[in-house]
Structure formats: C-alpha cells, structure tokens
C-alpha cells in the first residue's frame, strides 16, 4: 500500500536487534500471546509488543527509508507473525481491489474497533505488529483458527472474511425464497424463467449493500416440472472450479465451461431443465481453484488463463438484466500457493499500471514478469470492465 509515511510516527527504529534475532525474538513472544502462555500484567505485555515492534522496524529499515524516500518506486508487503501468509496473500489483494477499502471506509464512520477497521489500519500501518496482532484476535470471531499460529487455506479464509464483513453491513448473504412464486406446470420454458426473474433474483438484487454489489453474483441451476415451485437459485460471492483430473495444461475456460453449459435445456418428457448459467454479474469476479483431490493429493496442473475474460457464452440472456457489453473481465490479481514436500506458501501477484508485481509477505516488493499459466494458482481476480 501507498501509505506509509505515517508509519514514522508509530514506530522507533533507533534500537538494535540484539544476538537472538529479530524472528525469534518477535515469534517467541507472540506464539505466548497467541497461546494465552503469559503471567505478565498489560503494562508488561504492551512493552514487549512495543519492543517487538522496534525489532520489526529496525530489521526492515532499510525497506521503509526506501519508501519514504521514493514511495512512487517502492511498495511492500504486509507483516507476517506466525505462519499468516494466506491472510497476507487475500488481503494485499483486497487492498487493491477497486472500492473495497472505500466501502469500507464509509461503512466504518464511528472508528469502532471491528474487523473492518482493523482492515483499515493494517492497509495503513503494514508494519505495525500490535495492530496486525489485533486483526488476527478479532479474525478469530469468525473462526478460531484463523487466529492461531498455523496457516489456513486462503481462498476459504478470503471468503469467509467477505461473508462476515457483509454479515456487519447488515446484509448477509441468503438463499432465495419461493413464497411469492406463481409457477405452475403448465408454463413453457421461457415463462418459467421470466418469474424466476421477476421474483427471485430482480427483488434480491434490490437488497444489496455495497460489498455484495462488489462480489456478488447469481447463478441458476436446474427446474423440474415435478419440482416447479422449489427452483435452485444461488448467491455466490466467488466461482469454486475443482481440477478433477492430472493434465499438463487446463485452460481456465474449460473449466468455466464445464460448470456453465453454452446450451439452454428444452422440455422432454414431463420436465423442464435448465443447466447452470450465470443470472447476475458482480464488478469483481473471484476464481477459486481446488488443487485437492480426495483430501490428500494436490494437482500441480499448470492452468492456463488470460488478462481478459469474457462471460458471454456462460450467462442466461434471457434473465441477464444489464448491459450485454459488459460481460468482459480484466485480471488484476493472482494468489498463488506453492507447495514442497516440506511447507506450503501462498504470495501474490497484483497489477497496477499494466505491470505485474510480486508481493511476498513482508519482503520489498518487486517487479514480475507477464505469465499466462501456473501449477500453484489457487484464486484469479478479475474486475469487470466500465
């Protein structure tokens, strides 16, 4: 993020890491936070997180003077603690997420002390270790893991985190009713559909807060005649493609292609069947890519995909309510998780004025080249086009 010069102010970076080093110091001490391992009283503990935030700075100095000094040039990355880089890797690209920080922003207006605003703080103060801290306490609140000292899944932690903050907007997320439904079996394909329209996804749509206007899509699965009047409309906040066989290559289009079919279903026999398609489109498209088979194995496929991505042949025209023209995507984001024999590491790769840059924890961030495919992607970010 672009707004560390307020960082001077909340940190000193005069003392020196003494021989134990600066991780084990910061980790030690923060794992008996995190484990409630602690006798100390809060003046003791606030001066150990305040010491600990001195290492921090002073082991990170020659980054952040680099910023300040050419902050136009220079970007970094967000503070890890304990085995938080699938936090990080979700929540560097929702700070750039168009809007996302600024709803915020307007829904937090009392500085009440929410996950939202913690939010806010941490896009301002990356290297704040008490501040972070906080987040990861408060993060529990929606799962106890997420803060405790062992990593996550990111995508399902990044969702997770988007239901809640909708949740506080006094918006959640649920599935439709049918109670004002009129179907009946002896309407024809195209009717059944105009009211599902007209009274599932056209009054939902009317409810929006504005995170769900920012992530928010709908997708329609199937109708039978004998089961007319339970239609299976869903709100989904991200697309969830499982790569279920070992390729080389597998194109991102395929795999959209396999869960929309281009085809409408027609009556046969006594039923009515409509297969998956697309209903509504949100301004931001998150992918979500499942790499584990059978809970155990993982799929290094290399899946192959584009800066643009184009909808069309995946929506339900015949429902779709908005401007046909924009049904395009543009990438703006990648999270990325690696995985060895020994560990796993999510990072993320952000573009921002046509150039591609890796963030990775709290290193100085760097310029990366284009690619179009990778055996470790896990989540595609796409915005839709104005």
């Not at 003494?18 to 995190?34: A, C």
């Not at 995507?329 to 999510?346: G, M, P």
């Not at 952000?350 to 150039?355: D, G, L, T």
């Amino acid at each position: 993020m672009n707004n560390h010069s307020k960082f001077q102010t909340s940190t000193n970076t005069s003392q020196n890491i003494q021989n134990e080093g600066f991780f084990n110091k910061i980790y030690r001490y923060l794992l008996n936070l995190i484990q409630r391992n602690h006798n100390e009283n809060s003046r003791d503990i606030n001066k150990k997180l305040n010491e600990s935030m001195n290492y921090y700075s002073n082991y990170y100095k020659d980054n952040i003077n680099f910023f300040i000094k050419e902050p136009s040039i220079s970007k970094i990355g967000l503070v890890n603690l304990l085995n938080d880089c699938y936090i990080i890797s979700f929540l560097q690209i929702l700070f750039h997420t168009p809007n996302f920080l600024n709803i915020l922003k307007k829904y937090n207006s009392k500085k009440e002390e929410t996950i939202a605003s913690y939010l806010i703080l941490v896009s301002e103060y990356p290297f704040n270790v008490e501040i972070f801290y906080r987040l990861k306490q408060l993060l529990g609140t929606i799962n106890p893991d997420y803060s405790k000292p062992w990593s996550n899944d990111s995508q399902e932690f990044g969702i997770d985190l988007i239901n809640h903050l909708i949740s506080e907007m006094k918006g959640p997320i649920y599935e439709n009713s049918d109670e004002n439904a009129n179907l009946n079996e002896n309407m024809n394909f195209i009717q059944v559909k105009k009211i599902v329209y007209d009274n599932y996804i056209s009054t939902y749509q009317k409810k929006l807060n504005e995170l769900e206007k920012l992530f928010l899509f709908n997708q329609i699965d199937i109708f039978c005649k004998e089961n007319v009047q339970n239609p299976r409309i869903s709100s989904n906040l991200h697309l969830e493609l499982t790569l279920q066989t070992y390729q080389n290559y597998i194109e991102i289009e395929s795999l959209i292609g396999q869960k929309y079919k281009n085809e409408n279903g027609q009556p046969n026999n006594n039923q009515i069947i409509i297969k998956s398609k697309i209903a509504s489109l949100p301004e931001i498209l998150i992918i979500s890519i499942n790499r584990v088979l059978n809970n155990k194995n993982i799929n290094y496929s290399r899946l192959i995909f584009k800066d643009t991505l184009d909808l069309a042949n995946y929506i339900d025209f015949d429902l779709f309510k908005d401007d046909k023209k924009r049904t395009t995507y543009n990438l703006y984001a990648i999270n990325e998780c690696v995985h060895t024999d020994k560990y796993s590491h999510y990072k993320c790769y952000i573009k921002m004025e046509n150039r591609w840059f890796i963030f990775d924890d709290d290193k100085k961030v760097e310029e990366y080249g284009s690619f179009d495919n990778s055996p470790f992607i896990v989540g595609l970010f796409y915005k839709r086009n104005a």
